[in-house]
């Protein structure tokens, strides 16, 4: 019926009076205020319900408490009058269909204030009426209790009464499609509701509302806006498709754009409950920022203004709910319970609000409240399936395995055809009992059940994970996409499941399908890329990517482009990568790790400040242990004077985080290594092993820092290193450090087996018959001279004669054979070969002086002393030959050279001593060097014999005897 004239006038001057008498209204903004709801009401008087839509009160300019309760209270009035006039027309010509016309029209706007009274107020109604108008009258208590799977199957049967208008049952058959929608585990067959739906009205803006819901359920979200944005050019004036539009971005986890629709949708109209509730479940949902949660009891102080309670109002029961809902989703269980308990006591005939007390009592391990609290319900109604349920659910998380299962026989009982929830919840159970047969047996039953919902198959995949069997985890994604091979996200699961067992090619064949049917889902476009990636189509991936990155310009697309140029690593691409990152940062400024894919980028581009900035602002962003540790990362590869410090600064600091991972005692040992702080090294690997002493790899690197501490370390090298080799005795690096502990042992005999045992393994080892080499020349016998040099000619064929070294040790090896000739030329070839290695040319050198060619040898000395003058060495061998060509000035300062060199040498003093006695005729100074050589070396008995020499020319006949005896108590036999 029509509701607007004189009812409306008289409602308009009620309020004007209400708003006169309170001091706090500006009379001037109330008449603007009531002559637009007059206007408005007036002009959609034949549509009752949607009277108040459309109003667009301008909330910052009437939204002031006095005003307010004007409002509020005319609004109730005027439904109150709308359903007086409904009864008394009733009243005075009774018509059933006319009544059920109303009831419905009330019910398709949950106008509670109308379709009870409807229902509880006396009219004539037949005794088979009388029966009908029970069941709805029921329906609204459960409408009013939210108990919707109750509501479903009487709202079907009233939607298939024929009275009813084409917009009447179009919007019924959309109510009804949503509770199965939000309520049903088969909410998939909602579709056949919206379908009718659209053919019984396809202008009524309620139907592409019902799609959009169903298409957001989905996750089609671009779909279920294009209905939303369809249903509000049909009706503008609907608040609804607003919501619902920011309800798509909230599930999209777009949460900051959600809220600006839940926004623009208060401002539209600030009287609409619709935007406080779905602000208040937001905020609830928002994870890390509980400076919204604190927004909760704003809004919900506004409701309880905008909408009191009533004896057939529910609106505030449910904003109530809403905020213990919020509260207990970000933990804050108290403040969760309060509200619960306003609900209660506001509506205690209700339960619903009592259910969610429930809940939060358990989560908080209050099990006997939480049971105190089902039970009661129970007590009212045994057959209750959601507080059956609920029950069974607490009995789980309270660990009563076996009371849980008995609860969900029941719920079993209750509703057969709702079993597979209870199947999936024994399975579960059964699962944690490591009854894996049992678990298994009864996801199958619930995938039978419902072989559409997706989260048995994922409960199912789980169980056979644990399992590891790859075949059967296979047919339980092929089995789920072959029964609906249009589920693009069961596709894109698929996908994933074949790119983890590498197989690329099924990978990027369930992401093609994903893509064919929702091509516009940026993720999907990613993930292909990625299994491009992985099969070495760079290009590919590459497009994949970039459009990933045109159908959503969010910072992961970004951030992926960036990783992807930063792995690439062609021309130009570490720019592209850091501009990708500084793009993917400037929309979320935030996220640590951008910060630090940038600061890899940058380090890679050798731009160390940069770098330096970009990963200490990720440490400022994010105080974890993984930011501590990619700094000195950093600061060890840049390695400049003091980094290794600084890194080791930083790696303990991580380590103080995260005291059990054992890649920070890997770095820490390695920057202690840099800077040959061995004891520290050591204790670093040594705390390594401490937690996983099966890694035979770290083992192995404090084998080498103890090789490096010296000879007091060499046996607990060994040890170390035998351990390594027991655990992987194929590898030819832990021979290599055996053989070489054995000989720093002395233990050569070993150390040429264990270099035969590499040579059995890889006869071209270069290291290992190099070793060998060596090994066998200082056995000084012919025979081991000659088996070196068949080792030596195998290192240097294995090496392919690029090492020098090989050569060198070679011609060594020929000088002992006293082949000359080819010492000759295995120096010759060493020095070919490297001709900036100093030993080479002092080897030939000595050769050449051997052979009394010592003019050539001086200038092998000086051309070894042009590449290391650092060797005394040298100059001690140059002097000698100096001598031998006479020209003592040089043999002066080449002698005089070595000794300053190396002061603490007594050879190079000795030799020092002979020239000045032998050549310069200075017993003195001669004296001086012999007698220093002897305070540094007293067992030489040379070094007493040079000093009994010069004692005897310089006349001190004493001393000198006093020499010569303890040279010949050093060296028995005759001294000449």
Request: proline share 3%.
């Amino acid at each position: 019926m029509t509701f607007g004239g004189q009812p409306v006038t008289e409602l308009i001057a009620s309020a004007y009076y209400r708003a006169a008498k309170d001091s706090r209204n500006d009379m001037s903004l109330v008449t603007e205020l009531l002559e637009k709801i007059r206007t408005h009401l007036e002009q959609r008087k034949d549509k009752p319900f949607e009277a108040w839509n459309g109003l667009y009160p301008d909330r910052y300019r009437f939204d002031k408490d006095g005003m307010v309760e004007v409002v509020v209270d005319l609004k109730k009035k005027y439904y109150e009058s709308y359903y007086a006039a409904v009864r008394e027309q009733l009243l005075q010509n009774f018509k059933y269909e006319q009544w059920l016309s109303e009831y419905v029209d009330a019910l398709i706007y949950l106008a509670g204030t109308v379709f009870n009274p409807l229902c509880l107020d006396e009219y004539p109604f037949t005794k088979a009426q009388q029966e009908e108008v029970g069941k709805f009258r029921q329906m609204n208590a459960y409408i009013m209790d939210g108990r919707w799977v109750e509501v479903y199957t009487i709202a079907e049967e009233l939607m298939n009464n024929h009275s009813l208008s084409a917009f009447q049952r179009s919007s019924m058959l959309v109510n009804i499609g949503q509770v199965q929608l939000y309520w049903f585990p088969d909410y998939l067959d909602a579709e056949r509701h919206f379908t009718a739906a659209a053919k019984t009205d396809a202008a009524n803006s309620i139907v592409d509302r019902g799609w959009g819901t169903y298409y957001m359920k989905l996750g089609d979200f671009e779909k279920a806006r294009q209905c939303f944005a369809r249903a509000t050019e049909k009706d503008n004036t609907d608040v609804e498709n607003y919501v619902l539009t920011g309800d798509c971005y909230k599930e999209e986890g777009k949460n900051e754009i959600a809220e600006q629709w839940y926004r623009n949708a208060w401002n539209m109209d600030f009287t609409h409950a619709s935007p406080y509730s779905k602000m208040i479940q937001l905020y609830g949902a928002w994870d890390g920022a509980p400076e919204k949660t604190a927004l909760v009891p704003e809004l919900v102080k506004k409701t309880e203004q905008l909408f009191p309670d009533g004896p057939y109002a529910n609106m505030l029961y449910c904003i109530y709910r809403d905020a213990a809902a919020a509260y207990s989703a970000t933990e804050n269980y108290e403040e969760g319970k309060e509200y619960c308990h306003k609900a209660i006591s506001m509506k205690p005939e209700l339960t619903a609000a009592n259910i969610d007390l429930a809940y939060i009592h358990a989560y908080q391990k209050d099990f006997t409240t939480a049971e105190k609290i089902f039970r009661e319900l129970l007590g009212k109604d045994k057959k209750y399936y959601e507080v059956r349920f609920g029950l069974a659910w607490l009995y789980e998380q309270a660990g009563r395995k076996n009371d849980a299962l008995l609860e969900y026989e029941e719920c079993i009982q209750l509703r057969p055809g709702w079993a597979d929830r209870s199947y999936n919840s024994m399975a579960i159970i059964y699962d944690t009992l490591e009854e894996r047969d049992k678990a298994r047996e009864y996801y199958k039953k619930a995938i039978a059940l419902r072989p559409a919902e997706t989260v048995y198959y994922d409960n199912l995949l789980l169980l056979l994970e644990k399992e590891k069997d790859p075949e059967a985890i296979e047919t339980i994604y092929l089995q789920r996409f072959s029964i609906a091979p249009q589920d693009a996200v069961w596709a894109n699961k698929t996908g994933l499941f074949y790119f983890e067992q590498k197989n690329y090619d099924k990978a990027i064949e369930y992401y093609q399908k994903a893509i064919a049917v929702n091509p516009g889902y940026n993720v999907y476009h990613e993930n292909i890329g990625l299994a491009y990636e992985e099969k070495g189509l760079s290009e590919h991936a590459e497009q994949a990517y970039l459009k990933a990155l045109e159908l959503n310009a969010e910072y992961q697309s970004y951030n992926r482009l960036g990783i992807y140029y930063y792995r690439r690593n062609k021309e130009g691409d570490m720019e592209r990568s850091a501009a990708y990152y500084e793009k993917a940062i400037a929309l979320k400024p935030d996220h640590a790790i951008l910060y630090e894919n940038a600061g890899l980028v940058y380090e890679a581009l050798e731009d160390w400040e940069q770098a330096e900035a970009f990963y200490k602002k990720a440490l400022d962003l994010s105080n974890e242990y993984s930011f501590y540790n990619r700094l000195g990362i950093f600061y060890y590869r840049r390695n400049r004077e003091g980094d290794s410090e600084i890194a080791i600064e930083y790696y303990q600091k991580a380590i103080g985080l995260r005291p059990n991972d054992t890649v920070l005692y890997e770095n820490l040992g390695l920057a202690y290594e840099n800077i040959r702080r061995w004891p520290e090294a050591e204790e670093a690997y040594k705390r390594f092993l401490a937690i996983d002493q099966a890694d035979h790899y770290i083992r192995a690197r404090l084998v080498a820092v103890q090789i490096m501490r010296g000879q007091e370390y060499y046996r607990a090298a060994l040890d170390n290193i035998l351990l390594c080799n027991e655990q992987d005795p194929g590898n030819l690096l832990y021979l290599q450090y055996l053989g070489e502990i054995y000989e720093r042992l002395g233990e050569d005999d070993k150390a040429l087996e264990i270099y035969k045992s590499m040579l059995a393994k890889d006869p071209e080892n270069e290291y290992a018959n190099n070793r060998a080499g060596i090994v066998c020349s200082r056995k000084m016998t012919e025979e081991g001279a000659l088996q070196a040099v068949e080792f030596y000619k195998k290192a240097i064929a294995a090496n392919g004669s690029r090492d020098g070294i090989y050569y060198e040790n070679l011609g060594q090896v020929y000088v002992q054979l006293q082949n000359l000739k080819e010492a000759e030329k295995a120096f010759q070839k060493s020095i070919e070969l490297n001709p900036e290695l100093p030993d080479s040319y002092n080897r030939l050198g000595v050769l050449y002086f051997q052979e009394d060619r010592h003019a050539e040898a001086v200038i092998q000395y000086q051309n070894a002393i042009r590449r290391d003058s650092s060797n005394p060495v040298f100059y001690a061998n140059l002097g000698l030959a100096f001598v031998r060509l006479e020209d003592l000035n040089q043999a002066e300062t080449a002698f005089l050279k070595a000794v300053a060199l190396d002061p603490l040498n007594p050879e190079y003093l000795n030799y020092a001593g002979v020239f000045f006695i032998d050549h310069r005729n200075d017993y003195k100074r001669s004296l001086e060097f012999f007698e220093k050589a002897i305070s540094i070396d007293p067992g030489q008995a040379v070094y007493f014999k040079n000093a009994a020499l010069a004692y005897e020319l310089m006349g001190d006949l004493e001393k000198a005897g006093a020499a010569y005896e303890k040279a010949e108590q050093l060296s028995p036999e005759k001294n000449n």
